[in-house]
């Protein structure tokens, strides 16, 4: 089975900072990729989608990059709203399975 | 309202057994490849299985042979047996619809269920 890795496993950056976080296959998925925030004692949302689509209602900010093995999250400009933990996951065929998570803080 | 809620969770001595259900309203979970997956207490999101449209699934090593995940399109619903239950099964159990092969992501999630294992 492909296995799924981020990094870094937790940040603290600053409002208005550029945030960075790197999620990669253990093989090859094409773009089938999506990434989710889960804030603090809530529900997983669905934030990007096929690699790089922003779903609905996504505020702009965020952005994903990447295909292949090597991935890429980026959050333009740290709001304190965005707190919260990330995962990607695989999707191209089962076990669709998750990154074990990038903790976001605010400083 | 398009919305997924589960149902069934609840404490349960190790070697029991529990059956989840997860309700689907305002789409056909016959239409969409249907999932769970769970969270361990201040884990990460593990996926656990699928059934697909057609009436396939797939298991996560974690779990094969120990749940059945299976749907009833008269009710709308898709359901979790889980038998022969551990300690780490203990967490909440989400249902999360996906939409077919090419957009197979999870874009509608239900609240969860907490299951906990424990005697």
């Known amino acids: 089975d492909i296995q799924m890795t981020q990094s870094p496993s937790s940040l603290s950056a600053s409002v208005g900072d550029r945030v960075t976080i790197t999620c990669r296959a253990s093989q090859g998925i094409g773009n089938f990729l999506a990434w989710y925030q889960q804030k603090p004692g809530r529900v997983p949302q669905l934030l990007i989608y096929g690699a790089s689509t922003l779903q609905s209602g996504v505020p702009s900010r965020f952005s994903g990059s990447g295909s292949g093995t090597d991935f890429t999250l980026t959050i333009s400009s740290l709001q304190p709203e965005d707190v919260a933990t990330f995962y990607c996951q695989k999707y191209n065929s089962a076990p669709f399975t998750f990154g074990p998570g990038t903790k976001v803080d605010v400083k | 309202e398009v919305q997924l809620v589960e149902s069934g969770g609840g404490l349960i001595q190790p070697g029991g057994s529990l059956k989840l259900s997860c309700a689907a309203s305002g789409f056909s979970v016959s239409r969409n490849y249907m999932n769970w997956v769970r969270q361990a207490p201040g884990k990460g999101l593990e996926w656990v299985s699928v059934?697909?449209?057609?009436?396939?699934?797939y298991y996560a090593d974690s779990v094969k042979g120990r749940f059945t995940i299976s749907r009833d399109d008269s009710k709308n619903t898709l359901y979790l047996q889980m038998d022969s239950l551990r300690a780490d099964d203990t967490a909440v159990y989400y249902c999360a619809r996906g939409i077919d092969f090419w957009s197979a992501y999870f874009d509608l999630w239900g609240r969860g269920t907490l299951v906990t294992v424990s005697s």
């Open positions: 059934f697909y449209t057609g009436g396939s699934t």
